[in-house]
């Protein structure tokens, strides 16, 4: 159980243009979602905290209006990436908050060229 | 400000011989944590956990300690194995800033096991 299924696992996209990542939990509901992201030989940063049905919360330095997070319903979360830009080449994982732990998605490698 | 420090960057262990991963915290409020395994370009995997009620969770091969009073918690693995090799996160959760789901994550350790 508690599983989570992120989408894509990689994308490549060109600068300017807008990404959306997907996370899913397969098997349990999760009100609460979470987007990090990870530089190369770096920590996971805590990028937003995603509640269904209402505006994430965004931690400091994270641009919101950059990193547009939407939690429409208990089992989806979705990171779209506006204007991406080279410098926002990074993996990116999401992870939700099961019952007794958090379980994490597999993570989405992007790369703007 | 890191909160979640895990001071050696790298390990390397014989297999069969046991691992011992180190992980210290700095922040009172936090009161659960974790150890994931990560392999590149792959979602962390969660491990083992421990509240900070306990002061040893034991499942399987792996074993966690957490010392409240030094703010230091260990991952101990025995026997290691190859397949172990990964990078392991000490996170924990808990403090100020709201939702206590949030997890604050070290830096990583790279846990090598030869064969």
């Known amino acids: 159980g508690a599983v989570v299924s992120q989408h894509p696992s990689r994308v490549i996209c060109k600068s300017g243009t807008s990404v959306k990542i997907e996370c899913r939990s397969l098997d349990f509901q999760a009100t609460t979602m979470f987007w990090y992201r990870q530089f190369p030989k770096q920590s996971l940063m805590l990028m937003a905290t995603s509640n269904e049905g209402s505006k994430a919360t965004y931690e400091q330095g994270v641009e919101k209006d950059k990193f547009l997070i939407n939690h429409a319903s208990l089992t989806l979360s979705t990171l779209t990436v506006t204007s991406a830009h080279p410098e926002d080449s990074s993996f990116y994982i999401c992870s939700a908050r099961g019952i007794v732990w958090t379980t994490f998605g597999s993570g989405t490698r992007l790369t703007v060229v | 400000d890191q909160q979640v420090k895990q001071n050696s960057p790298s390990l390397s262990v014989q297999e069969g011989r046991i691992s011992i991963l180190n992980c210290d915290y700095t922040?009172?409020?936090?009161?659960?944590f974790l150890w994931y395994k990560k392999y590149p370009a792959e979602g962390p995997t969660f491990l083992i956990s421990i509240s900070s009620i306990k002061d040893k969770n034991e499942d399987g091969r792996f074993t966690v300690f957490l010392n409240k009073s030094a703010k230091h918690l260990s991952l101990h693995i025995v026997p290691s194995q190859p397949g172990d090799s990964a990078v392991y996160f000490c996170a924990a959760s808990g403090g100020s800033g709201g939702s206590n789901y949030k997890l604050t994550f070290g830096k990583g350790t790279l846990l090598t096991v030869n064969p």
């Open positions: 922040n009172s409020m936090f009161d659960y």
